[in-house]
């Protein structure tokens, strides 16, 4: 992979349903190696996740911050598939846990859940992406279209390469900013996250 995970203090959260389709049954992948990786359960609750989240932030010292916190889960417009259900608007408050906690971004892998900010001018700001970035007071990136994973065979191990597509990049108070299109602005994740 091109970007490192593993520096700094990030942490990824991964849904097992995110796997290789083409064996039967599907075949868990799992995500790339970072400061913490929790693949969740399919009993996990969404607070439980968030929580757990704001926990492995605080760290030992309870001061902590994540550098970045990855979601690697299957997404739909405004909201994804991870655990028991799913985050959305009807629980999107629980990302106020995540204020204070995220120095660099929270990056949604996900599908689709920026596809809302398509159907409306910059300026709107009732999108998944935009409130997120407001309640946890750091950058929020998110996807416009369905992303392509791959897995190297018999290592298993899911890669999202390059976004494809238009991405939205959230900051608190601000318009987002749209990367990767017509080949410019790309969404570079190591200057968005620790630039």
Known sequence: MAFNFLRGRQMIIHDP???NPNTNPPTPLRPPAAMNVWTVSLTDSADHIIGWAASV???DSGTNQLDALHFMAHGSVGGMQIGAGNFGWKNIDLF???NGRIKGAIIFFSC???GEQAHHSLSYSLTF???VAHHAQCKVLT???NQIYSWTPG???IDFGEFENIVYLYTPGGNPKVLNYSGKSKADLNSIIFG
Do not use: P
Request: aromatic letters at 0%; proline letters at 0%; a positive charge.
């Open 17 to 19: 349903r995110l796997n």
């Open 57 to 59: 932030a605080k760290g």
């Open 96 to 98: 106020k846990k995540l």
């Open 112 to 114: 689709q859940v920026g």
């Open 129 to 131: 992406g935009n409130v």
């Open 143 to 145: 996807c416009k279209v």
């Open 155 to 157: 290592v298993n191990v």
